[in-house]
């Protein structure tokens, strides 16, 4: 365990992950703590780590036999903890060593695992710099795995900071040591530093912004995450080699003075819920909707797949404006096409759904629906993209007026029906083949109204506002079609997505606070 070379940069989160899958497998068995109990792996994070993350190593009670009953679905065995110990004995024993899980971690291993990133201070063009924190049951059997490693030449001597003495990988001189009440394997010796200051006062743990962040965090969380923006505008604000226009984002009220985003994971028998809470100020007036907006419940009801957007100009132009680059895009659009940004795009543009449907190959149809802030603009748009496409020799292109809606259709070589855009008062629809496009301005039954459809987006919660979902079992009909037709192999995979119902993604506004939910619901 000590000896695993930890990696520099965003590749730290992938041994937290690690950790992470100790806590779905529920090691810590009958006689492990209460799980959120013991020592808090923040006490040992610096107030100035712009992200931290958290999981509970040994679960008990409710949560455990959650996550057991979910993997068991999941990676279809009986036993999950099992499996995953399985894995990880296979992960340790890498390059012929004798380690195991049971031997070498669980004797000493603790309730609960942190893992913080900080800027490092050789500036931005060094990767973030941090460390893991994992939480010591037994003193005694960890020193004894210590003097394990020692012996067999696996880590060294490394030096003493604040009377704090630390050992160092034999190959990488990653130093890890014991601070406090916690095993901390650092990724530099900066970083181990910075987790002994932490340890000796003005912790994370002490800090307002995390704890009032915190306190938002589900009590049933298996793992959560936090990342605060005012570290990273403070810090990465004041470096000249920061692009200006980044910089600018980065000092901008909307984001220095943004409350921290916090994110937590859980899970039942029944389903797999992430949720991620942030400050308003952070997405603006991204995710408002007005009358231009498209909901997943105004797509066709037998769609798999819906996915809608809010207005998408809006946030285009905000996008753009934090940039400090819409004038510049402005004057580019109007030199390339002639176009006016705001009039002819942004100031047209609203939100925009896609939808696919069909659980065989040729009975598989998709579509798009953009609503736009007038007729006059649909038009235009549609005119526009005509050109576009008659321009590029893809295919051929006809007239075409259905039910009172026009537009065109392109018939492209090879392909057994045509593409079809039709614009009907401030509604495009663009689909394949035709009937896809019509029932986006004349769905026979709305998504929202299709019992799998609304089994889904109640999966939610009351008061969000799907933005996805995705329904599993026709997806998996269809994927069975294609292997049987020899198309992909993929006979493996389609055991594992069986236990899946669906996926859906939606927001709520509560105050100035956003929150993002996503949840897998299990068959």
């Known amino acids: 365990m000590l000896r695993r070379r930890l990696p520099h940069g965003t590749q730290l989160l992938a041994l937290f992950a690690l950790l992470a899958t100790l806590v779905v497998a529920g090691c ?258 991204a995710l408002d909707a007005d009358d231009s907006a498209v909901t997943v419940g105004d797509l066709p009801g037998d769609a798999w797949l819906a996915l809608a957007t809010p207005p998408l100009g809006p946030a285009i132009r905000q996008a753009l404006d934090s940039a400090g680059v819409l004038g510049e895009a402005a004057a580019q659009l109007r030199q390339g096409t002639g176009l006016e940004l705001d009039r002819d795009l942004l100031g047209v543009i609203g939100g925009l759904g896609v939808f696919v449907r069909g659980s065989s190959p040729l009975a598989v149809g998709a579509g798009a629906l953009l609503r736009t802030t007038s007729e006059a603009g649909a038009r235009r748009l549609v005119n526009l993209i005509e050109s576009i496409v008659g321009t590029s020799g893809v295919g051929s292109m006809r007239p075409l007026t259905v039910g009172g809606a026009r537009g065109f259709q392109l018939a492209i070589p090879q392909a057994p029906q045509a593409i079809v855009v039709l614009a009907r008062g401030a509604a495009i629809a663009a689909g394949y083949p035709a009937s896809s496009a019509q029932d986006l301005l004349d769905p026979q039954q709305r998504f929202e109204d299709s019992p799998t459809g609304r089994a889904a987006i109640d999966s939610l919660g009351e008061g969000f506002t799907p933005s996805f979902v995705l329904l599993a079992p026709p997806l998996v009909d269809l994927l069975r079609s294609l292997d049987q037709l020899q198309v992909a192999d993929l006979a493996p995979v389609l055991p594992y997505l069986r236990a899946y119902d669906s996926l859906a993604i939606g927001t709520q506004h509560d105050d100035d606070r956003t929150t993002v939910r996503g949840v897998v619901t299990l068959r």
Do not use: C, H
């Open 28 to 285: 810590g068995g009958d006689d492990a703590p209460t799980s959120g109990a013991g020592p808090d792996p923040a006490t040992v994070a610096p107030a100035d780590a712009f992200l931290y993350g958290e999981v509970v190593v040994r679960p008990t009670g409710d949560i455990e036999a959650g996550a057991r009953a979910a993997l068991r679905k999941v990676l279809r065995v009986e036993d999950p903890g099992a499996e995953l110990v399985r894995l990880i004995d296979e992960g340790l024993s890498e390059g012929g060593e004798d380690m195991t899980y049971a031997d070498n971690v669980e004797p000493w291993l603790g309730e609960r695992a942190g893992g913080f990133l900080q800027l490092s201070p050789a500036g931005f063009d060094e990767e973030p710099e941090g460390a893991i924190a994992v939480a010591v049951a037994d003193r005694d059997a960890l020193d004894e795995e210590i003097d394990r490693q020692r012996d067999a030449g696996d880590i060294r001597a490394g030096g003493t900071y604040r009377g704090v003495s630390y050992d160092v990988d034999a190959e990488s001189g990653d130093p890890n040591a014991v601070v406090s009440d916690f095993l901390v394997i650092a990724s530099s010796v900066e970083s181990f530093r910075a987790a002994v200051d932490a340890s000796r006062g003005d912790s994370l743990a002490d800090a307002s912004r995390y704890e009032t962040a915190s306190g938002e965090i589900d009590d049933d969380a298996l793992a959560f995450l936090f990342v605060d923006p005012e570290p990273l505008s403070r810090q990465l604000g004041a470096l000249d080699e920061v692009e200006p226009q980044l910089r600018r984002a980065l000092r901008s009220s909307r984001f220095a003075e943004a409350d921290p985003v916090v994110a937590s994971l859980t899970a039942s028998a029944d389903e797999i819920a992430f949720e991620a809470i942030a400050d308003s100020q952070l997405v603006g007036d």
